[in-house]
């Protein structure tokens, strides 16, 4: 699996937008990007995942550059409710039900009104 | 809706008493998965079941044990929970073969405390 790096934590005002950046040197060609968002006392939930370039969804932009060895997850203007711990993962799509995804530290988003 | 459920959302058990957590399913999705998350840290995996087989993490305590009697429940049994056991434990599903990408649903989690 491959590892990522990110910043252990960040502020934001409310209303900004919010990039979070992850390193992920060693991905393989099969890997797949995905993040969670962890709110305090709760369990982590799916934001989004890419490939590659850009993908978008109703919460969440994943900018995918073509090197793939970073991913930059873009939070449009967040509020105070987008506290939370925020992971990066990457890994296989897995067909077999034998390869886990596998948490690291993540990234806590601290937003300041 | 479906969702996954866990019960009880907090339990306290006393040191060396035994301890099971338990974890149930609407998805009917075909992996479960429990996890270890202690205080600011990421969630580790334990063990997960893929239908009825079983696969244990390779640093996974003998203390920590798990059933999946049907598709829908799952359980975690701490045979003699220490102190250091206290921690969340988060149950989550995912289906397998769907062509969907690993998307794991968690249940809110049981907080374990060790007196």
């Known amino acids: 699996l491959a590892k990522t790096t990110q910043p252990i934590s960040m502020d934001s005002y409310e209303g900004q937008e919010v990039n979070i950046t992850c390193s992920h040197n060693n991905i393989a060609t099969n890997d797949y990007i995905t993040w969670y968002q962890q709110f305090p006392s709760q369990g982590p939930r799916f934001i989004i995942q890419?490939?590659?370039t850009k993908v978008t969804n109703e919460v969440a932009s994943l900018f995918i550059p073509a090197d793939r060895k970073s991913s930059t997850l873009s939070l449009p203007r967040v509020s105070l409710s987008d506290t939370a711990v925020y992971y990066c993962?990457?890994?296989?799509?897995?067909?077999?039900?034998?390869?886990?995804?596998?948490f690291g530290k993540g990234t806590r988003l601290s937003v300041i009104a | 809706d479906a969702m996954v459920i866990q019960n009880p959302r907090y339990q306290v058990t006393q040191f060396g008493k035994p301890v099971t957590l338990s974890c149930s399913q609407t998805l009917n999705h075909n992996v479960m998965y429990w996890y270890q998350q202690k205080s600011s840290q990421a969630p580790k995996l334990l063990f997960h079941y893929y239908d009825k087989d079983f696969n244990n993490e390779a640093d996974t305590p003998d203390n920590f044990q798990s059933r999946r009697p049907n598709t829908s429940f799952c359980f975690l049994d701490i045979r003699s929970p220490g102190l250091g056991d206290a921690a969340m434990y988060l149950c989550?599903?995912?289906?397998?073969?769907?062509?969907?990408?690993?998307?794991?649903?968690f249940g809110p989690g049981t907080r374990l405390t060790v007196l």
């Open positions: 993962l990457v890994g296989e799509v897995d067909y077999s039900g034998n390869t886990p995804l596998v």
């Open positions: 890419g490939y590659k």
């Open positions: 989550a599903t995912s289906r397998v073969g769907s062509g969907a990408y690993n998307e794991q649903f």
